[in-house]
């Protein structure tokens, strides 16, 4: 039986020991931004305030909300969308987007995130 050679090889990360850092949702534990080729990385995000609007022109995000308060909400495009525990959104490249509310989610980032490619509409330039 022959062997496939593998382009990508199997990648862990455990977000008990990734720092967080601060990011326009809120804190941001990153995994997989370092492992060369990798197709997403998976962001960790607390959201204690009210996130600032931005949007990404390449990369599409998908949020799953693991937990949160009463009267969370997430804003794509000046919309506001109820959500609460369980439920997913994807943001695609363009879409203008923030958290509103407590909440913890896990965002699944495609292409693997960069942060060159963080928006905000009230600069010229990147965050």
Not at 56 to 74: I, K, M, N, P, S
Not at 103 to 112: A, D, E, Q, Y
């Amino acid at each position: 039986m022959s062997e496939t050679k593998r382009a990508l090889a199997p990648a862990f990360a455990d977000f008990a020991e990734i720092d967080p850092v601060r990011c326009p949702c809120g804190w941001a534990s990153r995994a997989l931004t370092d492992v060369p080729g990798a197709p997403v990385s998976i962001h960790r995000v607390e959201i204690d305030h009210e996130a600032r609007v931005h949007y990404h022109r390449r990369q599409t995000e998908t949020y799953y909300f693991l937990e949160c308060d009463g009267g969370a909400e997430v804003e794509l495009d000046g919309r506001s969308v109820p959500v609460r525990a369980g439920m997913v959104v994807m943001i695609p490249p363009g879409v203008r987007h923030r958290a509103v509310g407590k909440m913890t989610i896990l965002n699944v980032v495609s292409p693997p995130f960069d942060p060159a490619d963080e928006w905000f509409d009230d600069e010229d330039g990147l965050a």
